[in-house]
T-cell receptor, first 110, second 114 residues
Framework: DAKTTQPNSMESNEEEPVHLPCNHS???????IHWYRQLPSQGPEYVIH???SNVNNRMASLAIAEDRKSSTLILHRATLRDAAVYYC???????????FGQGTRLTINP | DAGITQSPRHKVTETGTPVTLRCHQT?????MYWYRQDPGHGLRLIHY???????DKGEVSDGYSVSRSKTEDFLLTLESATSSQTSVYFC?????????????FGSGTRLTVV
């Protein structure tokens, strides 16, 4: 399985944009890039996923580099509720399993 | 919330006793998963199911068994609980992997083995 590398922690301020990076230099052509987050004392929550093109949904945007070796999850206007651990995961098309890494712990300052 | 519930939410049990955790879904998804989460290890896959009576092992399956007799229920059994199985257990459901769609997770079961 291709691996991802994320910073252990990041900090941002409320109402500011947050850019969470993820490196995946060994990504294959059929690997989807998934992002999940886990709020304190809750199960992981699906945020967004993409293959090649940038993606937007109500929670966030996903910017994928042209060579697909890195991606960035963008929270456009962080709130205190966005404080969580964010996981960047590669999931091969057709793969039955999702493998989690350590993620990035995001702290939002009021 | 999403149609996935775990029971019980909390359990304390004694070493050596069998324990069964239940995951129930109302989404009719084919795939179901059991993960455990421990400090320093993140989420690790225990077992998963890709249909009724079809299951496979994950990365930390020793000491655990699973059963899926109906689409909606996936049971995780600790055959003889040990203190190393104290953890938070999460169930997840998924549609067909080919779609690349995301998983939905339950709220977790906190298990303490004393």
């Amino acid at each position: 399985d291709a691996k991802t590398t994320q910073p252990n922690s990041m900090e941002s301020n409320e109402e500011e944009p947050v850019h969470l990076p993820c490196n995946h230099s060994t990504i294959s052509g059929t690997d989807y890039i998934h992002w999940y987050r886990q709020l304190p004392s809750q199960g992981p929550e699906y945020v967004i996923h993409g293959l090649t093109s940038n993606v937007n949904n109500r929670m966030a945007s996903l910017a994928i580099a042209e060579d697909r070796k890195s991606s960035t999850l963008i929270l456009h206007r962080a709130t205190l509720r966005d404080a969580a651990v964010y996981y960047c995961i590669l999931r091969r098309q057709g793969a039955q399993k999702l493998v989690f890494g350590q993620g990035t712990r995001l702290t939002i300052n009021p | 919330d999403a149609g996935i519930t775990q029971s019980p939410r909390h359990k304390v049990t004694e070493t050596g006793t069998p324990v069964t955790l239940r995951c129930h879904q109302t989404e009719n998804h084919r795939y179901m998963y059991w993960y455990r989460q421990d400090p320093g290890h993140g989420l690790r896959l225990i077992h998963y199911s890709y249909g009724v009576k079809d299951t496979d092992k994950g990365e930390v399956s020793d000491g655990y068994s699973v059963s899926r007799s109906k689409t909606e229920d996936f049971l995780l059994t600790l055959e003889s609980a040990t203190s190393s199985q104290t953890s938070v257990y999460f169930c997840a459901i998924s549609q067909e992997p080919a779609t690349g769609e995301g998983y939905t997770f339950g709220s977790g079961t906190r298990l303490t083995v004393v």
